[in-house]
């Protein structure tokens, strides 16, 4: 509980999506909670939504706006969210450091005067180089201002966490799922789960591309059927020779086919269990 002794409670000011997609979304993450504690999401003392997005429209302030309700509805320990930084900007240049450092040092100062954190919502700079504080989009204001910046990268289903700390010790990167309205950490153990199956999908479609029946095959033949180089054709074959292959020389000329224990299809489950 925080130093007050009062409910911890969570400020979100959102200016970025309609009322009812926010609240239907709410309502819906609410559903993967337990019954009791459901209550605690609705609990208007607990949870405080303002929906600004059809107000940005009326000239405002809206970053002194944003600092005094943190100041007069969060305590020592609550939460306050702006999402985003984009529409509370207005028409000031969000790359300009000496326009963006003024705003984050407002955001600082009303969580200070309160107890509470400040979680400020910012967007990626979309061409994916760099990663964590590279990769902000703007202003370097918005890396060296923060006491903490969370980086969401996004590569297919799996979502890394990044934690860049000012006054703690390092975080490990988490990588979670993202599921309709839920997140879910991924072990460890789960990502090489992951990683060797993936692997080993991939080496299952070269060996059915490559070797498309059980006869066998020289390094010649298999270059003149793919289209590729015969270098090519023997790169192929050393990945999968020591799992997947037979072998046998005729001659001075060595020749392979698909093991009859390997997997007898694209989606087949068998791994072979010994080569020739």
Not at 51 to 73: A, L
Not at 79 to 92: A, K
Not at 151 to 164: A, F, Q
Request: charged residues 30%; contains cysteine.
């Amino acid at each position: 509980p925080p130093s007050t002794g009062k409910p911890r409670r969570a400020l979100l000011l959102d200016f970025e999506l309609p009322k009812s997609v926010l609240m239907s979304r709410y309502i819906a993450l609410a559903g993967k909670f337990e019954e009791e504690e459901q209550a605690i999401l609705f609990d208007p003392q607990r949870v405080h939504i303002e929906c600004h997005r059809g107000n940005v429209v009326i000239p405002t302030n809206w970053v002194d706006y944003s600092c005094e309700r943190i100041i007069s509805v969060c305590n020592p320990g609550d939460v306050s969210v702006i999402d985003c930084l984009q529409p509370i900007m207005g028409d000031q240049d969000a790359n300009l450091a000496q326009v963006v450092r003024p705003v984050i040092g407002k955001l600082q100062a009303a969580a200070d005067s309160c107890g509470a954190a400040a979680d400020l919502v910012d967007h990626f700079n979309k061409s994916g180089e760099g990663s964590g504080m590279n990769r902000i989009s703007g202003s370097m204001a918005k890396a060296a201002g923060p006491d903490t910046i969370i980086t969401l990268n996004s590569s297919g289903p799996v979502i890394t966490v990044e934690t860049d700390l000012r006054m703690d010790p390092p975080i490990d990167d988490l990588q979670v799922e993202f599921k309709p309205f839920e997140f879910r950490v991924i072990s460890e153990e789960e990502q090489e789960e992951r990683k060797r199956a993936t692997k080993e999908s991939k080496r299952n479609e070269l060996l059915h591309e490559t070797f498309t029946d059980h006869a066998w095959h020289s390094a010649g033949d298999l270059a003149k059927n793919l289209g590729i180089s015969k270098e090519g054709a023997r790169r192929r074959i050393n990945k999968l020779r020591d799992d997947f292959l037979e072998e046998k020389k005729e001659g001075q000329v060595k020749y392979y086919r698909r093991s009859n224990n390997s997997i007898q299809g694209p989606w087949g489950t068998t791994k072979p269990s010994a080569t020739a």
